[in-house]
Nanobody, 117 residues
Framework: QVQLVESGGGLVQAGGSLRLSCAAS????????VGWYRQAPGKQRELVAS???????THAESVKGRFTISRDEAKNTMYLQMNSLKPEDTAVYYC???????????WGQGTQVTVSS
């Protein structure tokens, strides 16, 4: 079983920045599509950003130009740099590593991001 450990959440004022990290306990980053999801109270979980094995990134329209997903294969870790944070970004953020072929699908424990106005 692979463990994903998230860090970097917290409380920040609107306009501030945070960087989330997600480290896998085994070396699976290079064979995974990885992504960050978030879930606000009373809402469904939504995809924020993702990177394919080939390095193609996607970002949700609501975060384009403000959030950047990246990965470091040497550290088996992926990141989400969040700038110009808004109160509507408040949510629990989850990282996900999944096999493109469906052989595994791992989730982090979630980290709370709260943006005050």
């Amino acid at each position: 079983q692979v463990q994903l450990v998230e860090s970097g959440g917290g409380l920040v004022q609107a306009g501030g920045s945070l960087r989330l990290s997600c480290a896998a306990s085994r070396n699976i980053l290079s064979i995974s599509t990885v992504g960050w999801y978030r879930q606000a109270p009373g809402k469904q979980r939504e995809l924020v950003a993702s990177i394919t094995r080939g390095g193609t990134t996607t970002h949700a329209e609501s975060v384009k130009g403000r959030f950047t997903i990246s990965r470091d294969e040497a550290k088996n870790t992926m990141y989400l740099q969040m700038n110009s944070l808004k109160p509507e970004d408040t949510a629990v953020y989850y990282c996900n590593f999944k096999s493109p072929w469906g052989s595994f699908d791992y989730w982090g424990q979630g980290t709370q991001v709260t943006v005050s106005s």
